[in-house]
């Protein structure tokens, strides 16, 4: 990121503005907000600054601004429409170490002003580092929309109460739970619907049962997706944003990991071929042992949980510990990476069915139904096949299918990186072992892949070969 967001503390403290027309009126104004004393130089004021010299406290210097003018000021914003001025005053400020905000000139300053959402004590900003202002006040009108004025009052709500619900409630982790409770459910509602006497009472009530109420740990086994992060169901996200632990594997894209709550505890269990950072095993204990602590705990896991996830025997062992779980499914690798690439699993002119296989059973073989597969009319979907190409299309041929019937290698689908190969069973094992491709990849059989040309709509220029 090009500028770290942070919020400072300007109440009483000194901040200087050279300028006095209508643009520093307006940084005036936010100064003002901020409860700083503030201090304007120009050589004429405008009536726009004028007009808020009592109501701001502001000690205006009719004069011409110097390089001794920033000692003794915590901020400092040049807002004047001189540029040797204004560089000047960036200059003096950056000599001093003091914070600097030149209008309209992100290379001379040392932090911008972002769109501000107040809803104080609630604030909210957004930036983007001085390159689209106009794209940023833009965003700022979206977020005023979910964000009402009430969500101030209930801050405030919590603010009196947060030194009780602390004492009661010693451990950081239920604290959170707590009042993710109280922000997300009547006594919010109650805020927002214009009576705070009753959100107050029911607080009140809910520290009196939290005296003897244990938090129980819950698992959330969630399916990330084929990859791309905005896939994701909205449940998906809800639940990633209040989880206390993610347990994740290869298959889950950084990108979506960073969805998750920023302070949550990350634990990696790997799960790539024959290279496993945690037998699946000790991944369902695992999952078991985190939620007896009283930790939500969230298990993504690549495409949908419940298709060749092993979701199933994970559930099985909370089940049989009596762990509370939910599971939210998510887009299965073979409907996002086949849409991704143009490649209909159904076609009323190529295919009336469509079957989905594993390329390695338990014991890594490959010993698939091969009389069924090779079938005539069908999409045949082989998740983790990479490895086993070669056997699978020999297979499929040595039980009756064409040498010419179409194939696809999909690499990385519904991603920037997507790339998709297409041959046919003869050809695309040879194909393969001339590129580099590694996993994650999804293969599709079947004459449908010979509408990947004409329906290519995602990315196409990187996925012609």
Same mark, same amino acid.
């Given at each position: 990121m090009d500028y770290f967001p942070v919020f400072v503390k300007l109440k009483n403290q000194k901040c200087l503005v050279i300028g006095a027309g209508e643009i520093a009126a307006r940084k005036i104004d936010l100064l003002a907000r901020a409860g700083a004393n503030i201090t304007v130089i120009a050589n004429k004021f405008s009536h726009h600054v004028s007009n808020?010299?009592?109501?701001?406290? +502001?000690?205006? /210097?009719?004069?011409?601004? !110097? !390089?001794?003018?920033?000692?003794?000021?915590?901020? $400092?914003?040049?807002?004047?429409?001189?540029?040797? !001025?204004?560089?000047? $005053?960036?200059?003096?400020?950056?000599?001093?170490?003091? +914070? $600097?905000?030149?209008?309209?000139?992100?290379?001379?300053?040392?932090?911008?002003?972002?769109?501000?959402?107040?809803?104080?004590?609630?604030?909210?900003?957004?930036?983007?580092?001085?390159?689209?202002? $106009?794209?940023?006040?833009? /965003?700022?009108?979206?977020?005023? !929309?979910?964000?009402?004025?009430?969500?101030?009052? +209930?801050?405030?709500?919590?603010?009196?109460?947060?030194?009780?619900?602390?004492? /009661?409630?010693?451990?950081?982790?239920?604290?959170?739970?707590?009042?993710?409770?109280?922000?997300?459910?009547?006594?919010?509602?109650?805020?927002?619907?214009?009576n705070d006497e009753s959100a107050e009472k029911q607080l009140q009530q809910s520290l009196i049962k939290q005296k003897d109420t244990v938090t129980q740990g819950e698992v959330y086994l969630i399916g990330a997706g084929p990859g791309a992060p905005d896939l994701l169901t909205f449940r998906a996200l809800r639940l990633m944003q209040q989880a206390d632990v993610v347990v994740y594997d290869h298959l889950v894209s950084p990108e979506i990991i960073d969805l998750a709550r920023r302070d949550s505890e990350k634990i990696y269990v790997g799960k790539q071929r024959d290279q496993h950072t945690l037998p699946q095993e000790s991944i369902n204990t695992l999952l078991a042992d985190l939620a007896k602590t009283g930790k939500r705990v969230v298990r993504l896991k690549g495409g949908d949980p419940f298709i060749f996830g092993r979701g199933g025997e994970e559930i099985e062992t909370l089940m049989q510990q009596g762990i509370s779980f939910q599971v939210v499914p998510g887009i299965t690798a073979a409907s996002g990476c086949s849409t991704y690439a143009g490649i209909p699993l159904t076609h009323r002119d190529h295919a009336q069915s469509c079957t989905f296989v594993t390329g390695h059973l338990k014991d890594n073989s490959v010993n698939l139904n091969w009389t069924q597969l090779a079938e005539p009319n069908q999409t045949i979907v082989i998740y983790m096949g990479l490895v086993g190409l070669e056997k699978i299309c020999q297979s499929l041929i040595a039980h009756g299918s064409p040498k010419d019937l179409p194939i696809a290698m999909i690499q990385k689908g519904t991603t920037v990186n997507q790339r998709v190969i297409t041959g046919t069973l003869e050809t695309l094992p040879c194909t393969i072992n001339e590129l580099n491709i590694k996993p994650p990849t999804l293969i599709i059989i079947g004459t449908v892949v010979t509408l990947h040309d004409k329906l290519n709509w995602f990315n196409k220029k990187h996925n012609d070969h």
């Open positions: 808020i010299e009592h109501s701001c406290h +502001l000690t205006l /210097l009719q004069k011409s601004f !110097t !390089t001794t003018d920033v000692c003794g000021f915590k901020l $400092v914003i040049s807002a004047t429409d001189n540029k040797e !001025t204004n560089m000047l $005053v960036a200059k003096s400020a950056e000599e001093q170490n003091i +914070l $600097v905000n030149v209008v309209d000139s992100p290379d001379l300053c040392s932090f911008i002003f972002p769109a501000i959402i107040d809803r104080s004590p609630i604030i909210a900003a957004v930036s983007s580092g001085g390159s689209a202002p $106009v794209l940023a006040r833009l /965003l700022r009108a979206k977020i005023e !929309t979910i964000i009402p004025p009430a969500y101030g009052r +209930l801050a405030h709500l919590a603010e009196r109460y947060r030194d009780d619900v602390k004492k /009661l409630i010693k451990e950081p982790s239920q604290r959170r739970i707590f009042w993710e409770n109280i922000f997300q459910g009547s006594i919010a509602e109650s805020v927002f619907a214009g």
